[in-house]
């Protein structure tokens, strides 16, 4: 569950790391889920997320993926936060909040990486 | 709040699992960057809708406009319910009636159906902004503004012209440019229409100009080609 921050790049870091991972490495053991959904309250997207061993990537501190996840009854297995993965890149260029450059992709990799080591598919 | 003040917000679906919802957060980047870079602000949906009271106020103090990827109407539906009523809702899968096969979610996976979608989406909300102003009796083009900001949407630097000896700051005119290049523009004299319509669209050009802004333009984005 990425948080989809759209002020920061790190928003973009987090939803690229959600499909990386759902879309690449391991389509058949994980998927994503519209955050604002869950967070309107909707019955489905709750249950979803109640039956599921969830994975938060968030971008800034407020950690609003993981937080709304617990709210909803769901289990946050691992919280990831992107400005962490920052403290390895010191002085990275990672893009804007609409698109990312080499070091963003790099560290989209890395947190792919971090949820799905073990997994079969690669990252582009 | 003066008029001079008003800003708009606008509050994108976060849609993780469709590709509406990331046309719908890029064209409401698009507006904030590019098109109405000085009236327009936003903020995280879900840290909106589930943010205390600081957060909660963003539509009590801004006219606000939802872009919702599809008809769940995440955006409007919070929004309506945690701070009332909103000025305008957009949805994505409407604008596009429908036609997003081929989109792509991730930004790898990237088209030019995926662009002209964001390009068509950011169009109706920088309209549905130009409305809202315009009834507010703000002002409806700050095209060139490069001075107003918010943490959420530092304007895009715009490029000076020369037009008619008079100097004209156009806000990201370089990616409007770098687009019609995309497109396959010729930068040759040919050229002038559609760059004269499509900057129209971002930057106010009276009809007495016109001849000289197409002379401008076209010498312009010649020398942008490098030609």
Known sequence: MPCSGIGKVHGLIAREAAYAVTDELAPAGFETLCLALLVSGDEEARARVREAECIAIDGCPKLCAAKNVEMAGGKVVKSIRVVDAFKDHRGAEPGTPTKLADDGWTIVREIAGGICGGCEGEVR | MSDSELKVGVISCSGEEIPEGTISRLATRRVLELLRPGSTVTI????????????????????????????????????????????????????????????????????????????????????????????????????????????????????????????????????????????????????????????????????????????????????????
């Open chain 2, 44 to 227: 995280c949906l879900p840290l909106f809708l589930a943010g205390d009271g600081a957060e909660r106020d963003f539509a009590t103090k801004h006219p606000t406009i939802t872009v919702d990827g599809c008809d769940k109407l995440c955006a409007k539906k919070g929004t309506e319910e945690h701070s009332g009523p909103v000025s305008a809702a957009l949805v994505v899968s409407e604008i596009l009636n429908g036609d997003c096969s081929g989109c792509a979610r991730s930004a790898r996976d990237r088209t030019e159906k995926d662009k002209e979608a964001v390009w068509l989406v950011s169009e109706e909300i920088a309209k549905a902004v130009d409305a809202i102003l315009a009834e507010s009796g703000g002002c409806v083009s700050e095209a060139g503004d490069d001075g107003a900001a918010c943490a959420c949407s530092k304007p895009i630097p715009g490029m000076e012209l020369q037009v008619d000896g008079r100097s004209v700051t156009i806000a990201g005119l370089a990616l409007i440019f770098d687009h019609l290049a995309e497109s396959g523009l010729a930068a040759d004299e040919s050229s002038g229409d559609k760059l004269l319509d499509t900057v129209r669209i971002y930057h106010p050009i009276d009809p007495k100009e016109e001849h000289d802004y197409r002379a401008a333009l076209i010498s312009a984005y010649k020398t942008h080609r490098r030609i």
